[in-house]
């Protein structure tokens, strides 16, 4: 471990000085001095006294205008480029474990499931009935430019070549670091949505699409070599779905025509990447030997492999050019096309036995066996896209209509009102739209976007999210319109609960829901719900929210069981604690006792899509990590809370929600602190993805999406929306007679221990003395009050995870992390007095050079922080 430690401060050391290199030649050794000056500045303050930040405040005031980009973009770029490194090592580590049962292998938890008294075909059919969705969204937290991402690719790829004593790789990285300074870090304009979604399908095709059947194979590897069994090669617990094309809610830009565009070219990337692996394929079976049943199909020929997979090859041609047309206008289909998985797969399963006949297992189990595994995971789509819009959009649909017939106000209307008419009109035959009706254009797009829905093959789809759904006439509605649009099957309508009201009544909605039998029997047999987190810890205060969603699953998953349908809860987590975010596979442990049966819906968000599913070594280990979570969710839940738990869980919640909300929802001086002590409005500036930052642009906290709001406090290092109102929850307990009992909770309850230590994180990438450095620079004497009330508060929490989980320091346990935090702080500190010093000017004379700087910090102080939103 020492040696592979040592490897990654190489690499950090090596990335670090051609980048300075290229520095130098570039800007000339003058700058480069001053950069270096700064460098060794920072990194002295960190280890000693404040004084020595007064040096570094000195060097950079004196910093000219034309100095300060250059010096923003040698910091961001170091930071990228030890990111690169890291992950690099973490690819090596695993790399060096990978015939080792380590502690979270998937060989330990099978010989652990043995012990437990579990056969192997209990574990074996647990695989078989999985069913995981990892559903890759296009929230906006990805600052680098898919270009600086290819490039950051290629150096990982240089990495290795070094690692294998590949000496002319050095020369390649050090082209690939000048490339990078010399290439824009900020887009110029925002992605469309068709942009992002190609972003998806570029992780799909540079990573995934290897990562997928080596993950599998290795699956099916540690089953037989653990327990006996094998795992069938049409089965794959894990598949993925996208939001990149889908996510209309509060986006004006993802429009009917966007998501056909975008289930388009899904199914033209899905018949490219098949292409090219047939064409390998075709170059490998040159093999003469058949059995009987591939014969009688292709005849006598010398080549019987090839000459089947040529009429694979050409109708995978013809589906692409088919798809290509559709994009380009012509929507004629007159020709021969694969519509379905089965006719994919069919004649590689008859090349699969007919080689294994003859005693060319070996050939069978090679390339052909990853195809039809990539066959089982992504189908002919690609991605299945799910849906997403407001409920008030489908509402306002009927409120129009109603008012057209002359029916009174929808909206005025009882919900049980609502919900006659609704099944009424589900179960009447004549047409729901008149041919005479002229909606309005708000109301004609979400038709529009039914009737693409309708259209669509079944398998391309997912599920039809409705944002701010609370009652049963909200999924009653979009049933309703798929339906009038023509839809061939009962697509998944799923109701997100996403405030704590909405969690509260969550079973309550659904309850009413499988009462009405009409909407009972749609379901034939399964109930989807989504848990928001982002919005519920919003609103509510991290600690409260997460107690919330605790709860709903709870009620919900005994609620699915007493009416014997099966649930599958979609759980919204983010790359952050504030949006529920943290390691997968701890959180889905940590989930209530069967809520977790086989299936699950899972959202990855932003660059922590990059950060776990860009390389493929590190995909196959998360898509490991996960797979082996539900499992052992499935099979051995944790129990549930003990009564004494739960009371103590609940009045810390109430008290964290209570404090939370006195700040910033009553406190009156919040908002004017947030906004000047943050870049909060700066972010508009930084063009991050397609979606507009604000739900409304005159409202306040209230109207701003959570990831605008928890990139603001991550910038200024304060990371308020992780911890305000759990300081005074947590201290509560501490502080009385309840301190042993919290203890407790963290050592039994997973829970409640996912929970500190995803607290604890967060918390140790905050830092109060930078955070008082934006207030001296930005913040009105009147504000700084309330900035420093908080930053007491924060150092309070601080003190008290260290409390429950009896350290001396946070994240003493856990070493590697602290590390890494401790190593990238120095090149962050520079940033952060930068963009205080950048705002203030702003602020004042807005100047584009600055401007241009300004969105530098902000892009090199999310890589620093390995996250933004």
Not at 68 to 80: D, E, G, H
Not at 356 to 368: F, H, K
Request: charged share 25%.
């Amino acid at each position: 471990m020492t040696d592979l430690h040592e490897a990654l401060r190489d690499n950090v050391r090596m990335l670090g000085a051609s980048l300075g290199d290229t520095i130098k030649a570039h800007l000339g050794d003058e700058l480069f001095e001053k950069i270096e000056t700064v460098r060794q500045l920072a990194k002295a303050g960190r280890n000693t006294a404040e004084s020595e930040h007064e040096e570094l405040l000195k060097a950079l005031k004196e910093l000219s205008e034309d100095d300060v980009l250059p010096l923003s973009r040698a910091f961001t770029q170091f930071l990228n480029l030890a990111n690169i490194a890291e992950e690099h090592h973490r690819v090596r580590r695993h790399l060096e474990e990978t015939d080792v049962c380590t502690p979270d292998s998937l060989c330990t938890l099978f010989a652990q499931l043995r012990q437990k008294g579990f056969s192997p075909q209990q574990v074996s059919d647990a695989f078989s009935q999985m069913q995981i969705d990892l559903v890759l969204t296009a929230h906006p937290t990805e600052v680098n430019r898919r270009t600086l991402i290819q490039k950051y690719d290629d150096i990982t790829e240089c990495l290795r070549r070094l690692d294998r004593g590949d000496e002319g790789a050095q020369h390649r990285l050090d082209e690939l670091i000048r490339q990078i300074w010399h290439t824009d870090e900020i887009r110029k304009l925002r992605p469309t949505p068709v942009d992002e979604a190609k972003w998806g399908f570029a992780v799909i095709e540079n990573s995934l699409w290897t990562a997928v059947p080596k993950f599998l194979r290795r699956l099916d590897s540690q089953l037989n070599e653990t327990l006996g069994e094998r795992l069938p090669l049409n089965c794959s617990p894990i598949r993925f779905a996208s939001w990149m094309g889908g996510d209309r809610d509060g986006n004006p830009n993802v429009t009917a025509k966007v998501t056909e565009e975008v289930l388009l070219l899904s199914r033209w990337m899905a018949a490219d990447l098949y292409l090219n692996d047939i064409d390998a394929l075709r170059a490998e079976l040159s093999m003469y030997r058949a059995n009987k049943e591939l014969r009688d199909r292709v005849g006598d020929c010398a080549e019987p492999y090839r000459k089947l997979l040529s009429e694979v090859r050409e109708k995978l041609a013809s589906t692409k050019n088919w798809v290509a047309r559709q994009l380009n206008g012509d929507i004629k289909s007159d020709c021969d096309v694969f519509v379905r998985d089965e006719e994919l797969l069919e004649p590689l399963m008859l090349c699969y036995r007919s080689l294994q006949e003859c005693g060319m297992g070996v050939i069978a189990e090679s390339a052909l066996e990853d195809i039809i595994r990539r066959i089982a995971c992504f189908g002919l789509t690609l991605v299945k896209l799910d849906i997403r819009q407001s409920s008030d959009r489908h509402a306002q649909v009927f409120e129009e209509l109603a008012q057209f017939y002359g029916l009174g106000s929808y909206n005025g209307w009882s919900e049980e009102g609502r919900q006659n008419f609704l099944l009424k009109e589900l179960q009447s035959r004549r047409p729901l739209f008149p041919k005479d009706w002229a909606p309005s254009a708000e109301v004609q797009e979400v038709i529009d976007t039914c009737q693409v829905v309708a259209q669509a093959e079944p398998s391309a789809l997912g599920s039809y999210v409705i944002s701010m759904a609370s009652t049963p006439s909200d999924v009653l509605a979009v049933i309703l319109l798929l339906r009038e649009m023509g839809i061939s099957h009962n697509m998944r309508v799923v109701p997100l609960f996403e405030t704590l009201d909405d969690l509260e009544s969550a079973r309550d909605c659904i309850d009413a829901l499988l009462k009405v039998d009409w909407y009972k029997a749609y379901t034939e047999g399964h109930q989807e719900v989504m848990i928001g987190y982002s919005d519920s810890s919003k609103d509510a205060g991290q600690l409260a929210a997460a107690w919330g969603q605790f709860k709903a699953q709870e009620a919900l998953t005994l609620l699915c069981k007493e009416h014997d349908v099966h649930l599958t809860l979609f759980h919204g987590r983010g790359g952050t604690v504030g949006r529920g975010g943290g390691p997968s596979h701890t959180a889905i442990l940590a989930q209530p006792p069967g809520s977790v049966d086989h299936s699950l819906r899972l959202t990855e968000q932003g660059e922590m899509i990059r950060f776990k599913y860009g390389m493929p070594d590190l995909a196959v280990r998360n898509l490991e990590l996960c797979t082996g979570a539900v499992l052992e969710a499935t099979l051995t839940p944790a129990p549930g809370p003990e009564e004494s738990w739960r009371v103590q869980m609940e009045s810390m919640a109430k008290k964290g929600l209570t404090d939370y909300r006195a700040i910033v929802r009553d406190d009156p001086s919040f908002v004017p602190y947030f906004r000047a002590a943050t870049p909060e409005q700066e972010l508009a500036k930084l063009p991050l993805g397609s979606r507009p930052a604000k739900r409304r642009q005159d409202g306040g906290v209230e109207s701003l999406r959570a990831i605008p709001w928890i990139f603001a406090w991550t910038q200024i290092r304060l990371m308020l929306p992780a911890w305000l109102g759990s300081d005074t929850a947590l201290g509560e307990a501490l502080n009385g007679s309840s301190a042993g009992l919290v203890k407790q909770m963290y050592q039994q309850w997973p829970f409640f221990r996912s929970t500190i230590d995803m607290l604890e994180m967060v918390l140790a990438k905050s830092d109060t003395n930078i955070t008082a450095y934006y207030d001296k620079r930005l913040v009105s004497q009147e504000l700084c009050t309330l900035g420093s009330s908080l930053r007491s508060r924060l150092l309070n929490i601080v003190a008290l995870i260290n409390t429950i989980k009896e350290q001396d320091y946070l994240l003493q346990g856990n070493p590697v992390i602290r590390q890494s935090i401790d190593v990238r702080n120095p090149y962050i500190d520079p940033l952060h007095f930068l963009q205080a010093e950048l705002l203030n000017r702003d602020r004042n004379e807005p100047d584009q050079r600055l401007e241009q700087a300004l969105m530098v910090t902000m892009a090199g102080i999310s890589a620093g922080m390995r996250n933004t939103g």
